[in-house]
């Protein structure tokens, strides 16, 4: 038997998964690991946790497999969270923690580049939306709020390159994950000339581009004595986890959108070539140099839903806890009880800034239209429901980027919820289909491995994998809440924005 093994680096949890020479699921491993935000804005991992979670993820299918004689490990392929920085000296002695996607510290400097037009100028080369997340701003904050360790910075990596150099020694990028850092320009497949003008940063201190199909072998012996595998295991670099949701459920032809919620969420969909938005609100992310990912992600997804359950549900986590049962699907039931509506409450969902569609790191959530007839119950819904509507607005302007949408492909966390499906197919009018392989990503950087290693010749053969579907239709009883509330979520939204700033200086001027 040849196993595989695809690899999930998550922004709390590393998975990996074993599949069977079939694509099959044999076991998979999930290590988790916490998120620091010792200050505001701040979102940092530490590296010596990750690095751990992986090598016992990885220990612990491989002992799962209980290989026999004959039996091996063909490859180790990864899928990766966008958009981490880490700064490391000429010793490669580590200046930082993993600064991740969702810090926010670099607001100032974004906004900067969104007034002189620098911005804009780098957007339309590399597909990367002007904001806090990029490696691009993070870059400038450094400079400018840390300059020691911007002076003292050799190198610098992403999470995912990271393990690898660590594993390997190898200094490179998979031109994917290089897609999503702001420096990279999407027409001529290197590091862009302006971006590291901008920074100051040099290509001597970025790794080297390589398609996702690039692999290393030759691993630290300690290291592959630990997990169980020969040296020589070839670990495939893979992609961005973006991208290869979209494989994963086989959202790879024109107008089949791929709708992603996990701890945050994107609505994506795959072009044959790089496609920017005039106005600058969606990605355009490599899966590889002939398959491009454009979309919007959000920051705001099921760790919002967490937020609903660890201060306005407790009781029910206990109790769930108690019963050992899961207190999400509690929650869900309990917001089912609630019409298509919440009978006009609003939750605008942005407790960690925004991302797509409005691009603002200085938004923040809030309730609209609360009166004394609410409950925690609609406030539970209408919480899901902004979530949803937050993710529509972004598919208004995917739309006027890439064309209309003809059906959608669901992955993540909700996509176990009938309730939140039906909510999607129910907001977006269009049918939602949820594959039966809920690890998606996982199976998507198998498939980027097998290709490396010659056994496929194209990325479509995931069709023949990705299993058996659920599709929900959207319900009629619900579009007319649906249609009248939208139009009110955008523009509140809207209305909201001219004060965010405003709000979020009070917050970090007042916060402890």
Known sequence: MEYMIGVDLGTTSTKAVLFDDKNQVVTSANKGYPLYRDVPDMAEEDLNEIFDALIEALTDVVRAADLKDGDKIAAVSFSSAMHSLIAFDKNWKPLTRVITWADTRAVKYTEELKSNGLGAQIYKKTGTPIHPMAPLSKLLWLK???????????????????????????????ISIASGTGLFNIFNLDWDEQALTVTGVTKSQLPKPVEPYEYETNMVAEYAAVIGIPADTPFVYGAGDGPLSNLGVNAVKPGVAAITIGTSGAIRVVADEPVIDPKGRTFTYALDKDHWVVGGPVNNGGDVFRWARDNMFDAEKSTAALLGEDAYDLMTEIASRIPAGSEGLIFHPYLGGERAPIWDANARGSFFGLNHAHTRAHMLRSVLEGITFNVYMVSLALEEVVGGLKSIQATGGFARSPLWRQMFADIFEQPVTVPEAFESGSLAAVIVAQKALGKIDDLYEIEKYVGASNTYQPDPENFEAYRELAPIFIRLSRQLQTEYENIANYQRKHSK
């Open 144 to 174: 400018e709020e840390h300059h020691d360790v911007y002076e003292n910075a050799a190198h610098y990596l992403g999470i995912k390159e990271y393990l690898f150099h660590r594993l390997f020694g190898s200094n490179k990028m998979d």
